[in-house]
């Protein structure tokens, strides 16, 4: 139950390789649930895993990375979205986080971002995860003493 | 040399000087110079209507004198009819029959003479010569001695006979008298015939003063300006004129030409007109000299009226010179205030003068015109250098590609983590040649061989990237390898045809890339089997319309159109779902 779902997005099985090889996922506290090639795929495999993190490319074929996200946001606001990209400019990442955009990895990928990024959204998610069990608690003991 | 520089540096100034200064310059050059001419044209004119109209006038004096002078010769004649005609005298001379004279007769013939000299009051003397020689004289101032012989002994005894009682006037006797004083006369000389058979009866000689004639003209000789003479056919001066005879022997006398005329000479310093008429009655010419400025006063009077017409009508119309380089430069100065605020970068057009239709107003009008269009110009170049400058910075980026250097070099590091030695130092080698030719130190143009290279390193790197996922076949032409072609030139349509023909395609994807030579032209072909394109994304690619789906196609269609001068090097077919054809052609370069 304390474990990080990852999954990775990538139309380049290298960068994928890279997002997998590149930190210890495991020993950290993720898990790699899965990988896609395609926004479509993606999707799939969110309804099958609920992944907490997803990596994604931003440019692919058929659906890109922002339109995945878009798509995410609809039904999993709570799951991070990392976009994986080269672009630079300011205005793209303002549009991205217009998008529900969490964070952004850039292209070439410094092999230590990985590491960061995971361990800053693995900390915000035990946070949240945390709130919501506290929230859960509470309610249940409002139950509890209301049954009594 | 001196007058040569003084005009050069009086052209220096006129041309230095402003519009409106040269115009009235001009129009007082031309005020001067018409006023001279027409004020010439006019003397002309004028001085020959005045000698005209002189020379009519005088014409009259002259015939009138002519009248006179015939009648009064009309007279001598008359009164030596009273002696032709007579019967006593006619008797008398009949009956001479010798030498010496009968004193009854010399009676007679005195009694005859004296009434001649008394009848006519300017008669000086009265010669009769008998067939014998007698002579018969009476004169005013006494009588002379014949000079010849004998009485048939003058020269004009022979025209007289022919002349056959007729009348005959010859100059001072024709030399036959003696002339101690030097009279000057006029003499009649006239044959008397016996009125039953004709025959000669005597001689008869009257003479007339000259001065008598003279007297005539004086009269009519305006105060002794004007100058009347007569001569007879033979240039001898039956009366004398009063000026210097040389100067008539000199310039007057071989103008007489013709039975009437006149003419004009400067005699004296002053101009005189000399007019010449023939007598009624004989063959003398009759000739008046008189000057003519006298006479042409009351025309000089009138050319003054005229010089004060030009002088006002010069000074109207200079005056009108100088409003008219006004009405020009005022506009014209008001463009050139216009024109300075051009030069400090302003294009202002100027408001035109609705009022008035003429050229200034077109000037104007074209003046608008040109400023509207050189700041469209100015515009247009303005914007033609962004796209220069956008198409520089494509090419650089192009060039440098730095997605795909990323993606490849994320590929490397994955490719080292997971250990596959082969592939990542494939894909750097690969990586290095891409770059060495795609960067090439500047340089525009490569080699066709190159340029394949570039575009086989760039499908390694892809091919290890995607897994395969598409396959290119090259068929180029070996005898196209060694020319040359401008850089990425193909490849930008290789990574099209991947990238929007492959990459969206499901499955694997298939690239042929043709190059071959054709008539002058360097031909290639990139065919794929990918998505295709639709009809309105080609038209945007070949109308130079940019679209944000790739600047790849699109600024590669504009670099070797503007590098090759070509309007439309590149060709697209394309079928959606089916494939992607894409055309270059390009001409051979030297």
Known sequence: ??????????????????????????????????????????????????PDIVFTDICMPFMDGLELTEKIREKYPHIKIVIITGHREFEYAQRALRYGVTEFLLKPIKIEEIAKIANNLKSEILREREAVEEYVTLKEQVNQSRNI | MAIKSLINRAKNIFMRSNLRTKINLYYLIIFITVFFISYGIY?????RIV????????????????????????????????????KEVQNALRSVKSEGADPNKV???????????????????????????????MGKRGVHPLTIDKIEDAYWYKQAMKLDGNLLWVKNSGGVLQN???????????????????????????????????????????????????????????????????IVEEKIKPNLKGSEGYFVENINNSKMITRYITSQNNDWTIVGVMPLDESSKQWKSLSYIAIV??????????????????????????????????????????????????????????????????????????????????????????????????????????????????????ITQSLGEFYRISLSSGKEIITVEEEINCIKSYVTILDIRYNNKFEVFYEIEETILELKVLKLILQPLVENAVHHGLRNKQGNGRVEIKGYRENSNIVFKVTDDGIGMSQKRIDEIINFKQNKGG??????????????????????????????????TIPIME
């Open chain 2, 43 to 47: 003397n002309m004119f004028n001085e």
């Open chain 2, 180 to 246: 101690e004083n030097n009279e000057n006369y006029i003499s009649l000389i006239r044959i008397i015939k016996d009125l039953k058979n004709f025959d000669k009866l005597a001689v008869l000689i009257v003479n007339v003063d000259e001065e008598k004639i003279v007297d005539q003209f004086k009269e009519i000789s305006d105060g002794g300006k004007s100058h009347f003479f007569v001569l007879n056919n033979q240039g001898q001066y039956i009366t004398h004129p009063d000026i210097d005879v040389d």
């Open chain 2, 309 to 426: 017409i030009l002088v006002l009508n010069s000074i109207f119309l200079s005056i009108g010179g100088i409003f008219i380089a006004k009405f020009i430069t005022k506009p014209l100065l008001r463009m050139q205030k216009y024109m300075k605020k051009v030069e400090q970068g302003n294009f202002e057009t100027m408001p035109v003068q609705s009022d008035r239709t003429d050229e200034i107003v077109q000037l104007q009008k074209g003046y608008n015109k040109m400023i509207g269009e050189i700041e469209t110009l100015i515009y247009r170049v303005k914007e033609e250098q962004k796209v220069i400058r956008k198409n520089e910075l494509n090419l650089l980026r192009s060039q440098v590609n730095p997605h795909f250097l990323y993606n490849t070099l994320d590929a490397i590091s994955a490719l080292s983590l997971l250990g596959d030695n082969e592939k990542a130092f494939k």
């Open chain 2, 551 to 584: 600047f790849g196609l699109y600024s590669s269609r504009q670099r070797i159109s503007i590098y090759y001068n070509i309007e439309n090097p590149i060709s697209i077919v394309s079928e959606e779902a089916k494939g992607t054809e894409i055309t270059i």
């Open chain 2, 107 to 137: 009676q007679l013939f005195n009694k005859y003479l004296v009434n001649m000299l008394l009848s006519g009051g300017y008669i000086s003397s009265v010669y009769l010569y008998d067939n014998y020689d007698n002579r018969y004289a």
């Open chain 2, 51 to 86: 000698e005209k109209q002189v020379s009519i006038s005088s014409g009259q004096t002259l015939h009138a004198l002519d009248k006179n002078l015939n009648f009064m010769l009309d007279e001598v004649a008359t009164f030596s009819n009273l002696i032709f005609f007579d």
């Open chain 1, 1 to 50: 139950m304390d474990t990080i779902k990852v999954l990775v997005v990538d139309d380049e099985h290298l960068e994928r390789a890279l997002i997998m090889l590149g930190t210890h996922w495991t020993e950290n506290g993720f898990e790699i649930v899965g990988e896609a090639d395609s926004g479509q795929i993606a999707l799939e495999k969110i309804e099958e895993e609920k």
